[in-house]
């Protein structure tokens, strides 16, 4: 025991949380170990190491499929390999930004050619505006039609980089709730997720074939589920139910207990919330779910997607509103 370390230090050490030590154990990544006198996970020195594999190599943005494969073989072919790949995609995408420098500052000397006490020079450039959005790569816009074409191609490369990002509305629906609770309490076996649990014959989904919701708080989550119309505090006592109000929320897709993962999607929404007329509603908070993980009120995951994807996926909701210059 003396040689173990809890898994409250290591997460502590390394600024990572119990539900991530979990599933890259869940992933085959590490391993932890039990004794009969501590219910809690520990691990090893040589666990130890390769945790902080995995951390640098997710820094370094290697998929938890790639890293498999790594620690699958004691060969360093695979690990080169990706490193390798990984290399190549970032050429890959120097190589696309400076072309696409390339035809901005073209576009800018074109503009700075602009008279804009000239009306004709002002309809000239609102129409070569209107050309590059419709996409009609066959006008000579400034002389060079393959710019339009390339920027075309560029941007939608480099788009790709970026998680795609749905605006939803989610309808206002009644909710048994556990109320505001410390997060190590959710998952602990008989807390408020067994609680909540029970009542599953009860609920209805919402969205994604979901019915529940886990709402972020600070340091503390509240838990909701949709019930069906009719259900009563009585039928979900000694749980609550409240009113939810629905709203907008800008929705991406993250990797299931995968820190590494959920801080970039959350990240980049943020950033591209920012390019839009919308802003946060700090009124109300952002909460997440599980897609397609239930049927018929049992908890029957999908397998297939999962095995397709290679791992869980968490829907993450930032809930939104229109900018007070949009309203």
């Known amino acids: 025991m003396n040689n173990l370390i809890k898994i409250k230090d290591v997460s502590s050490k390394y600024s990572i949380t119990a539900r991530t030590l979990r599933y890259y154990e869940d992933m085959g990544l590490i391993n932890s170990t039990r004794s009969d006198d501590y219910a809690y996970r520990m691990y090893d020195e040589s666990a130890v190491r390769r945790l902080e594999q995995i951390l640098i190599l997710r820094k370094l943005n290697i998929s938890i499929k790639d890293i498999q494969r790594i620690f699958s073989t004691s060969s360093s072919d695979i ?22 420098k390339d035809i901005v500052l073209d576009f800018i000397r074109e503009i700075e050619q602009v008279d804009f006490a000239d009306n ?52 206002g629906f009644k909710a048994v709730t556990c ?24 609920y209805k989904s919402v969205i994604f074939d979901c019915f529940d ?39 991406a897709v993250s990797i299931d207990e995968d820190d590494e993962s959920i801080q970039k999607v959350e990240d980049k929404v943020c950033r591209w919330i920012e390019s839009t007329n919308f802003e946060l509603d700090k009124g109300s908070n ?27 996926q968490m829907q993450r909701y930032f809930p939104i509103k229109l900018k007070d210059d949009f309203r």
């Not at 419709?134 to 816009?141: E, F, G």
């Not at 397609?292 to 999908?302: M, Q, T, W």
């Open 79 to 100: 690990v080169l390999e990706v490193l390798e790949k990984k290399v190549q995609n970032i050429d890959d995408e120097v190589a696309l930004l400076h072309e696409l």
């Open 120 to 171: 004709s020079d002002i309809k000239l450039l609102y129409d070569k505006a209107k050309e590059l959005e419709t996409q009609l790569i066959s006008v000579d816009y400034i002389g060079k039609p393959s710019n339009i074409t390339r920027l075309i191609e560029i941007t939608e490369k480099l788009d790709k980089k970026i998680p795609d990002i749905m605006v939803v509305r989610i309808p």
């Open 179 to 202: 109320g505001d609770q410390p997060w190590g309490e959710m998952f602990k076996e008989g807390g408020y997720m067994y609680q909540l649990w029970q009542h599953c014959h009860l």
């Open 213 to 251: 919701f886990l709402l972020s708080k600070n340091d503390k989550a509240e838990w909701i589920c949709a019930v069906k119309d009719g259900v009563t505090d009585v039928d979900v006592s000694p749980l609550k139910l409240i009113d939810f109000p629905g709203g907008l929320y800008a929705m």
């Open 286 to 312: 952002v909460m997440f779910n599980m897609p397609y993980l239930y049927e018929d009120g049992r908890d029957i995951a999908y397998k297939d997607i999962e095995k397709g994807l290679g791992y869980k």
